[in-house]
């Protein structure tokens, strides 16, 4: 009689999406959670392989690390290099999406008259990075492109084209575009291959910061559509352990980046170089807990056991966008993108709070603390001077929780308005 291995009995039944699927997540039963987009969520399935690989590092960490280890990465490495369409040795990974982008920008060798690119809608983090970068010597500058939202696809690529155009480079300088495939806030897909396309033929390096986009993102082949450089979390929508992040370096851009972060043993000084020296650099650059980046091969099997990536995206697809429908009814308000082309497994929905109401710390910590008192989130922003929540749809949730969300939403958005005085937009 063969025994059935716990961390795979799941796959003895059939999946059931919806509430159903809550089971196979450690989520709390009473807390309704639209948020998966900020940190992920972990199954239990990886979280049971994490926990089983930790036992077996701790039984002989000497063992693992220096022979069981780097074996484990590779596959780890060539399963994520397959599902987004790359040679093996073109994928590395890192903690998360933020340290991805900065290996890259930090590796340029920037020069006084140089170009950087960014738009108003750049995650924090990576906005910073820019303006870190140009506010050191020797000061490359730092542009910034405006993008608000509503708007279209097209209108996106004309503006994105217009700016590039109008800010050409100096002889002999560079220029880069930090580009989002999806924008964090709001969570709308940009027309990002069309950009990279458009990078190529303006002579600008692109830099993808594809935070969500591995696990959201079908079919993804990035040898035929050609990044200069492509960052993904694997533990927000692949379902990875967090923090576990995809660098993806094509071969011919690997020169760039000449020292991992931090800086690892195995670096070799460019000048002595005899052969490729990016992967060896990212395979071990300082003790960090690497069970996360092992146990993305659990990740991905729990996923093909859901039936693959285009059923789990099928369904959070469609969720979205009935459910957004549902929330905005509950609300009175409206959805950000009606026609849902600029929407996959992220819908933004607009609060019934005033634009008047200014986001800052205080009005920030007033609407989070009211949302986890009451054992729900969803994120929440203001764009554009309307303030929204963005939804993100995962296999265990179902219309009604968007629904039971936007009751718990009013609630919130009634208190915030008396705490801080303020009245609807008339």
């Not at 429908?325 to 993108?337: E, M, S, Y």
Request: aromatic share 8%.
């Amino acid at each position: 009689m063969q025994l059935i291995d716990p961390a795979k009995a799941y796959k003895q039944e059939q999946p059931e999406f919806g509430n159903a699927m809550r089971k196979h997540f450690a989520l709390d039963p009473s807390y309704i959670n639209l948020n998966h987009g900020s940190y992920g969520t972990t199954p239990r399935p990886v979280l049971q392989a994490v926990s089983e690989l930790t036992t077996r590092i701790e039984a002989n960490p000497d063992l693992f690390h220096r022979v069981e280890f780097k074996p484990l990465l590779v596959e780890s490495r060539k399963q994520v290099a397959a599902l987004i369409g790359a040679k093996t040795d073109e994928v590395v990974l890192v903690s998360n999406a933020s340290m991805g982008v900065n290996a890259v920008l930090r590796n340029f060798e920037w020069e006084e008259g140089d170009i950087i690119f960014s738009f108003t809608t750049t995650y924090g983090s990576v906005s910073r990075t820019v303006q870190s970068i140009a506010d050191v010597s020797p000061h490359p500058t730092a542009s910034v492109i405006a993008l608000n939202f509503p708007t279209t696809h097209e209108e996106i690529l004309k503006g994105f084209k217009e700016h590039i155009q109008a800010t050409p480079a100096k002889p002999n300088k560079k220029r880069v575009a930090v580009i989002d495939s999806i924008v964090s806030n709001p969570g709308a897909l940009l027309p990002w291959k069309e950009m990279v396309a458009i990078c190529k033929e303006e002579d600008v390096w692109s830099v993808i910061d594809a935070a969500h986009s591995i696990g959201q993102e079908v079919g993804l082949n990035l040898t035929e559509i050609g990044p200069d450089f492509w960052i993904s979390n694997c533990h927000k929508w692949l379902y990875a352990k967090r923090s576990c992040a995809v660098l993806y370096v094509p071969e011919r851009n690997q020169h760039i980046i000449k020292t991992s972060i931090p800086t690892s043993a195995a670096y070799i000084s460019p000048a002595k170089r005899t052969g490729p020296n990016f992967v060896a650099q990212f395979e071990w650059n300082g003790t960090i807990d690497y069970a996360p980046y092992l146990t993305v091969v659990d990740a991905l099997e729990f996923r093909e056991w859901l039936g693959g990536e285009e059923k789990i995206n099928e369904y959070c697809h469609n969720l979205a966008i009935k459910g957004g429908q549902a929330l905005a009814k509950v609300l009175g308000t409206h959805v950000l993108d009606p026609e849902g082309h600029l929407t996959l497994n992220m819908v933004n929905v607009a609060l019934p709070l005033p634009g008047s109401l200014p986001e800052n710390l205080a009005t920030n910590a007033s609407i989070r603390n009211g949302m986890l008192n009451k054992k729900a989130y969803s994120a929440h922003f203001r764009h554009n001077g309307v303030w929204y929540t963005r939804c993100s749809a995962q296999v265990w949730n179902e219309v009604s929780d968007f629904e039971n969300l936007g009751k718990k939403w009013l609630e919130v958005c009634a208190d915030v308005k008396k705490e801080f005085g303020v009245s609807d937009d008339k």
